[in-house]
Each structure stands twice: as C-alpha cells, then as structure tokens.
C-alpha cells in the first residue's frame, strides 16, 4: 500500500539554489529523507504466508520489508523499512546472511537519513551483488548452460551437488570462498562444509532456485526448494563418503537446526505459503 504516512523527500529552497549553483559535473548532493511511521512497505506481503512463521523478532513488518527488497531491489528513495531492537538484531543479520547467494542482504540506511536520531531502530534491506562476483558468474555460466538443458530443477541441483564435488575436496577448518571455488584451478580446493553450502546457494541463485543454508553446532549444510517442497542437501557430506546419501532428501538426522524458527521464516520468505 502506497503510504503518505512515511516519507516526505523535499529540497529547501537554500538547497535548490545551492544545488542550481554548482557546476553540472559535481555531484549531487543525498537529497533529505525522512521517515514518519514505525514500518512500511507498499504491499502486505505476510498474508501469502504461513502465520505460524511470525515469531519472536521474526514479524510480519520485518517479512514485509525484506520480501519487498526481493520483489523490486534496493531502493535508493524508498526502501520498505520495519524497526529491529538491539535485542533482536543478532538474529535479524544471521537471517540476512543465511540468504545470501549471487546478491548479498544486507542492513541498509538511505543516504540524507535527517531524524535516524530518532528511529534508532531503522531496518531496511538491501540487495546487491558484490562487485567481485561477476568473474564466478563468468566462471559457472558453462555449468548453468548446461543446467538449463535439464528438465527439472531435482535434476539441476542434482547436477550442481557433483560439479561442487569436482572443485572442492573436505577438509576441516578449510574455507573455500565464492571468488576463489569459481575460478580456475588445477586441484581441488579444501575446503569445510560451509564453503560447499555457500557454493551451493550461489549456483542455486544464479538458476533462479530457492536455496539457503542451514546449521548445527558444527556443521552446515542447504534447503533448497524443488518440485513442491524444501529438500536438505549437503555437499559436503556426500563429497566426504564418496556417495550422494544427502541429496534432495526430506528429512536429515546430521544435527539439530539452530535456529528453526528463523529457518520456518526464511521458507515462506523464498516462497510463500510453502510451509502451509
């Protein structure tokens, strides 16, 4: 819903002709913003979701505001917006990160903010791919290719598990970054579970197939979501026994979840009413 309720971008009039003064090649300067209200975005989003998700500091306004920034991207005017309290921001950016595939979410504040002062717990979301992504992009574009000739996204996560398998090699306290498992190299990287389930959310994003990660005490592994329902599927441990015993399967025994609740959350996040 388009609100009057929650931002007036206005220019003085010193500033209008401070600005009309410069020459054309300076830069603008941030225009003013403002906010009025404790939480907004333009469409209620939280009523395609299950309601059993919104628990704790996982509410309906922060579904709002981060299923906003997934619809239409940063906005550098408007961003939809809720209030995390300090209490709460921990979980809040652990969420954030967990989504994290070709575009990073992050907490976002626009620029010319004129009364943060007075909204201390200002959370909006933005979405941006780092700069430093495009060349693994470049790198795995033959494999998307190919995943697109197959006829089912079981099957493309299917195949992204074995090809991860060919890049990566286990090996505990090893960390294999995006930049670095997507690039060319003549051996196999070591690398610890979490590299493998970050390679796996990237290569599920640039297909367009919902994907996060999910955590134990010690280890970490992905959701992703195919043919109508989230499936657990852990790389690592199926490059480590040699077999594809975690691939695409219901349920999985390997650890108890962390943070369930924000797991349900992330779920109706990537897609709605898929936890219903």
């Known amino acids: 819903m388009k609100s009057k309720k929650f931002v007036s971008l206005f ?10 003064a410069v020459p054309a090649q300076a830069v603008e300067a941030p225009q003013p913003y403002s906010i009025t209200a404790s939480h907004w975005s333009r469409e209620d989003f939280s009523q395609e979701a299950n309601p059993d998700v919104f628990t704790g500091p996982y509410t309906r306004e922060l579904y709002n505001a981060i299923r906003q920034t997934m619809v239409d ?76 000739t197959l006829a089912s996204d079981s099957e493309k996560v299917e195949y992204f598990n074995d090809y991860i398998r060919t890049l990566l090699a286990y090996q505990k306290g090893k960390v294999s970054g995006i930049t670095q498992t997507f690039a060319a190299h003549a051996v196999e990287l070591k690398a610890a579970c979490g590299s493998y389930a970050r390679a796996m959310k990237f290569l599920c994003a640039a297909a367009d197939i919902p994907c996060f990660t999910i955590s134990s005490k010690a280890h970490t592994w992905n959701l992703v979501y195919v ?50």
Do not use: C
């Open 11 to 20: 220019l003085t009039g010193a500033m209008t002709a401070a600005l009309l």
């Open 73 to 148: 991207g940063t906005s550098d005017t408007a961003p939809a917006y809720t209030m995390v309290s300090k209490e709460d921001y921990s979980a809040v950016k652990k969420l954030t990160g967990r989504m994290e595939g070709v575009l990073r979410y992050e907490h976002y504040v626009p620029q010319g903010f004129t009364d943060y002062w007075q909204y201390l717990d200002y959370y909006a979301v933005s979405a941006e791919m780092p700069e430093n992504y495009q060349a693994p992009l470049d790198f795995i574009q033959p494999a998307l290719d190919h995943a697109g």
């Open 227 to 276: 043919d109508g329902a989230w499936l657990h599927v852990d790389v690592s441990a199926n490059d480590l026994s040699g077999r594809n015993s975690v691939l695409l399967t219901e349920s999985y025994q390997t650890g108890r979840d962390q943070a369930p609740e924000a797991t349900a959350f992330l779920k109706e996040l990537f897609v709605p009413g898929s936890t219903k």
